[in-house]
């Protein structure tokens, strides 16, 4: 597999302010890999992924997107490669009425109007929205909101989706439709490679690998289970323990059996119902 | 004395084109010393319904009783100042209401604002801090110097500082990390159990209903769909699937223990409810059955 | 308060008045108002209101909700009436005190300010009504394109408008909750002396405008990331049509004018 994102010790200081944002990050995403970024409040998941888009000015070290080296002069070929879901619904919705907003970034890339109009029609029923193709933001649920922050994304057909918790503002229901576009997309032909920065542990859950952002470094990457094994690791970042490990720790102090290492849900389960059977 | 919804009925703009259901027919008690969870999908009342609670919004029709205060269509702006300090009210995002020159400042705004003198408001405002667990090195630095997770903490305090009786929470743990959203939500545990405040929480996150409410309240276009012990709200899981509710992590986990064979006489909202019940069906530790 | 006002707000509709092309509406809404202003005689008024009363009509909403829209602007318009009618000079004087006086030309003006006020914001909140604010500034753009052969950068300014018009309803709903925040806290916006009013405003202004910065800080980010670079070779996704009914729209007011030259010659 290729190196989709190549990030070399990248550093970013704020301005104005001492403590660096990104602090020599190095690391590697591969191409159709799904990542999940996570780390506590502020410790420099946004800013890597908006240095990653050319969105901030970093410092030192270099960039290198879809084998191109991110320049001032790249920029713009960069930014082709890399479709970008914020956090906030409103903050992102630039046209006047779901249509509009979707073919924003077709104008900006100059598509003639014909082929603009069949790509945004076809991006609003990827993501469910064509009924509402019409509508202003301000008659749009959060979640109907991002879908559409979304297909403006589909629509551009980019090699990379990064979703800088785009789902932690919606209630249950808009986060599963959300993540219902994006397993959708997962498994298209062409799977975009996929980086989701989450506080949402089960949402990380489902990406096939994690990066621990600690202090603008990156503290450790694993598949999620190894990531979950360390609780050790899982403290000094400020993480929360999964639901598996709290369970097995209840079931210590009932004086029950409990598997002595990690296991993801499904794992526990079945080993719940072994343990079960040989009573 | 507690928190009751007679009939309460409430529009938005009313006669105009823009005429909008708040509430419909809502009746409703919150008894005093009470942890309560407003629950629905987004645009179901929730906000609407607990801003009637310290007077922010009034009652088309119908009555809203507030320990001694009573609120009707009627009831004039001028006899609100008292509730405003009875009832505190933790908005969505309350960061983004901070404006003076320095957090100690901003704490002491309300009380200010109730009548307190400079002193007496400023020792408030100092204690307010302590309670959410604010340095005391940042008391005189602007908040907007600070990180996110710490001006969700002064606008908190801001709202504490007033002492009210009954404290208000529209989702405020959104944004947080899983940690900080764990310690927001013990320090209102705290406060709840300690003062015996009554806490009324808005709230898409299910695991705060069992780990905290005792009685959750569900909302749907305006209407009270049920209202209950969270134990009895879950306990018909098709009916919360069809409100487009989430389940708390231990039940999803137990739905799929059930599957495979396990029994729950009770369904378990917590993972120590559900560990609880799990150990009944496991061996004990030394390896033998019981 | 601010609920009521009706001049700036859409009402998604499907009129006569709704679907007219937005570039047909604002010419003939100007077109109309520079009529407003050159009206000088109550034949003219008459017909006016009458015209005014005809389009409401059109557009399928009350026309109580157009009176209590009007409403809060309904003072602005007496106080400059009233001024008119206590200091202009000319025709007879019925009483006089220091530099205020009533007389004839006084009265005769003071009555047609406030039907040309009347008449133009009306006209004007029919127009918002109808149209929707990405339309308007469809429509703006439409007229302004002749100035891009001065350099003026019509594309920018047309997307900066759209852009501002579509934020109107998310900043007046943070205005909302920043109240709210701050009335829960103790602040009364609506009680005590003007000075006690002004300095109420300082804890929703400061927030408001810190939250609009940051939102347009955001926005722009969101804008650049979807590869936004200003300047030329952007294609447009929405054109306008013009359509027979627009071409029909043109005609009325054609007609009307006629209409009004022919009510000159009869006076
Ligand atoms: N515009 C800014 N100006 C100054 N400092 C900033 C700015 N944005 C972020 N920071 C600081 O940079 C650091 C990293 O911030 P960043 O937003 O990347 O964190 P994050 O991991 O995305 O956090 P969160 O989980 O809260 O979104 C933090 O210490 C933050 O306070
Ligand atoms: N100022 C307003 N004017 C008109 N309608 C409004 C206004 N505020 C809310 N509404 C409408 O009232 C209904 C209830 O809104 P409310 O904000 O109480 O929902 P909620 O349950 O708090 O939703 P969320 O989970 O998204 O916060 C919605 O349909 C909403 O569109
Ligand atoms: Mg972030
Ligand atoms: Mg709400």
């Known amino acids: 597999m290729a190196a989709m994102i190549e990030v070399k010790n990248l550093t ?65 070929d960069v930014r082709k490669q890399i479709g970008m879901v914020f ?53 749009l649920s959060g979640g109907q909101k991002q879908r559409v922050a979304l297909a403006g994304i589909i629509a551009m057909n980019p090699s990379i ?49 994690l990066i621990v952002v600690n202090d603008g470094q990156q503290l450790a990457t694993g598949k999620p289970a190894e990531i979950f094994a360390n609780e050790a690791l899982l403290a000094s970042s400020g993480l929360a323990q999964p639901f598996s490990t709290r369970l097995a720790r209840s079931l210590a102090q009932q004086g029950s059996v409990h598997p002595d290492h990690y296991l993801s849900d499904t794992e526990m389960e079945d080993w719940l119902w072994q343990s079960h059977l040989t009573m | 004395m507690a928190i009751t919804f007679d009939h309460v009925n409430f529009t938005y703009q009313p006669n105009s084109p823009f005429a909008a259901t708040g509430l419909k027919d ?8 009470s942890f309560t969870a407003i629950i629905g999908h987004t645009g179901s009342g929730k906000s609407t319904l607990v801003q009637h609670l310290n007077g922010l919004l009034k009652p088309t029709s119908g009555q ?30 309350p960061e983004n209401q901070l404006f003076d020159q320095t957090v100690v400042k901003d704490i002491a ?64 743990t959104a944004g947080l990390d899983p940690l900080g959203r764990e310690h927001m939500m013990q320090m209102f545990e705290q406060l709840h159990e300690e003062q015996q405040l009554t806490v009324v929480l808005v709230t898409h996150q299910m695991d705060d209903v069992a780990d905290y409410a005792d009685q959750a309240v569900v909302m749907g276009h305006g209407e009270v769909l049920k209202a209950g012990a969270p134990q009895t709200i879950f306990n018909d899981p098709q009916w919360v699937y069809d409100q487009q509710l989430d389940f708390p992590t231990a039940t999803k986990f137990a739905f799929q223990l059930q599957q495979k064979g396990f029994s729950f006489n009770q369904l378990p909202l917590t993972e120590q409810q559900l560990a609880d019940q799990l150990a009944d069906q496991l061996p004990a530790m030394d390896g033998k059955g019981r | 308060m601010l609920e009521q006002l009706t001049l700036g707000r859409y009402v998604p509709g499907q009129s006569i008045l709704h679907r007219l092309d937005s570039r047909a509406k604002l010419l003939l809404s100007l077109y109309l108002i520079v009529i407003v202003f050159l009206t000088s005689n109550w034949l003219t008024y008459v017909f006016m209101f009458i015209l005014v009363g005809g389009l409401i009509a059109m557009t399928g909403l009350k026309v109580g909700y157009f009176i209590r829209g009007i409403g809060p602007l309904i003072w602005l318009i007496v106080f ?32 047609s300010v406030f039907l040309r006020f009347l008449l133009i914001i009306t006209m004007a909140t029919i127009l918002t009504l109808t149209t929707a604010p990405l339309a308007i500034a469809d429509g703006v753009e439409a007229m302004l394109k002749p100035l891009r ?6 594309a920018q300014t047309a997307l900066m408008l759209s852009v501002a018009l579509r934020f109107v309803p998310t900043l007046l709903d943070e205005a909302t909750t920043i109240m709210n925040a701050q009335r829960a806290r103790g602040v009364e916006f609506n009680n005590g002396g003007l000075i006690k009013r002004l300095r109420a405003i300082v804890p929703l202004l400061i927030p408001l405008f810190v939250g609009a910065i940051s939102r347009a800080d955001e926005l722009a980010t969101a804008m650049e990331a979807r590869g936004y670079q200003g300047g030329d070779g952007r294609t447009k996704y929405r054109v306008l049509h013009w359509r027979s009914a627009d071409t029909m729209a043109v005609i009325s007011v054609l007609i009307i004018n006629i209409v009004l030259v022919v009510f000159r010659h009869l006076n």
């Open chain 2, 26 to 33: 809502v009746n409703l008690t919150l008894p005093d010393g």
């Open chain 2, 109 to 172: 705004f309300g009380p200010l604002n109730f009548g307190f003198d400079e002193n007496t408001a400023h020792d408030m405002a100092v204690q307010a801090a302590k309670t959410v667990g604010l340095p005391d090195n940042v008391l005189e630095r602007s908040p907007f110097e600070l990180s996110g997770g710490q001006m969700r903490r002064v606008a908190i305090a801001g709202v504490l500082a007033s002492q009210p009786r009954v404290l208000v929470l529209d989702e405020p």
């Open chain 3, 149 to 154: 052969i001065v350099h003026f950068p019509v």
């Open chain 1, 12 to 76: 970013y200081h704020y301005p104005e302010v001492a403590q660096p944002a990104l602090d020599h990050i190095s690391l590697t995403v591969e191409q159709g890999e799904w990542v999940a970024i996570v780390g506590h409040n502020g410790s420099g998941k946004s800013t890597l992924v908006r240095a990653i888009d050319g969105l901030v000015d970093f410092s030192e070290g270099e960039v290198t997107v879809a084998g191109i080296k991110l320049t001032p002069d790249s920029v713009w």
């Open chain 2, 64 to 93: 809203v009783q507030v320990d001694d205060f009573t609120l009707t269509s009627t009831t004039s702006n001028r006899h609100l100042k008292d509730l405003h300090q009875h009832v505190g009210m933790v908005f969505q995002f």
């Open chain 3, 80 to 111: 400059t009436a009233v001024l008119q009618l206590l200091f202009t000079p000319g025709g007879h004087v019925y009483w006089h005190w220091g530099v205020l006086m009533l007389t004839s030309t006084g009265i005769a003006t003071a009555v």
């Open chain 1, 87 to 139: 956090q906030n619904p409103d903050n992102q919705f630039v046209g006047a009425t779901v249509a509009d907003d979707v073919a924003f970034g077709l104008e900006n890339a100059g598509i003639p109007r014909d082929k603009m109009i069949q790509k945004v029609d076809a991006a609003l029923k990827q993501v469910d929205m064509a009924a509402f193709s019409d509508r202003e933001p301000s008659r």
């Open chain 1, 161 to 209: 989706i990064v979703l800088d918790e785009a789902t932690s503002m919606l209630d249950p229901h808009g986060r599963q439709t959300v993540m219902d576009v994006i397993t959708k997309l997962r498994q298209s032909e062409k799977a975009p490679t996929i980086i989701s920065i989450t506080h949402d542990l089960d949402e990380a859950a489902r990406a096939q690998r």
